[in-house]
């Protein structure tokens, strides 16, 4: 086999895993011929060459959603600090580890007067987005929107001090959480970071 086929064999093989990772074909035979069609060629890996290149990507995928999970819950540790007089709790996919591309920073904080949340935030050099009040099951709670500073987004909800105690459900998962306070984050970063 001619380096230029073996060359091709290998193109072919990695836009057919591409493919199949996002789901943009369902089976092998018909990613590699889409992926030989896209290339331009009439050259086709073998099933193995595909499935190896599918391993690589994923694994490559899964170490750089790791990698941006961990800097994720750092920026939301920094955030959790900046309010930490208001007893942030990490929620949602950061605390969860569930990421994917696109996902944002949940922190759940407390207090009767939300306006003293953003003025926190907005003196410690965060710019808000965007600030809604909604009515979720006959009680006020306040969204603010920003972003972090490695450009997360960043939702944190101001509920009544009266809530604190309570756990929040998620539909998702139809479970209730309390999700991680200040000091459970950072021992779970010191845990991972031992791990590594």
């Known amino acids: 086999m001619s380096g230029k086929v073996r060359e091709f064999r290998r193109r072919v093989a990695e836009e057919a895993a591409f493919l199949l990772y996002n789901r943009l074909a369902t089976e092998i035979i018909h990613a590699k011929r889409k992926a030989a069609e896209q290339l331009g060629v009439r050259v086709y890996p073998s099933n193995k060459e595909v499935a190896e290149a599918l391993q690589k990507l994923v694994f490559l995928n899964e170490l750089k959603l790791s990698n941006v999970l961990t800097l994720m819950r750092r920026e939301a540790l920094e955030i959790m ?11 949602g996919s950061v605390w969860r580890g569930t990421i994917k591309p696109g ?26 987005k965007r600030v809604e009040t909604k009515l979720v099951n006959d009680v006020e709670v306040v969204h603010i929107y920003f972003y972090s500073k490695s450009g997360f987004p960043v939702e944190v909800v101001v ?4 809530l604190k105690d309570v756990p929040s459900k998620c ?16 021992r779970l970063l010191k845990n991972l970071e031992a791990k590594t």
């Open 81 to 91: 600090k900046i309010l930490c007089d208001f007893s942030p709790r990490l929620v």
């Open 103 to 128: 996902s944002d920073i949940d922190i759940h904080v407390f207090s009767d007067e939300p306006d003293k949340v953003v003025k926190v935030l907005l003196d410690s050099g965060f710019s808000a």
């Open 159 to 162: 509920k009544p001090l009266t």
């Open 171 to 186: 539909v998702l998962f139809n479970e209730f959480f309390l999700g991680l306070e200040i000091d459970e984050l950072e």
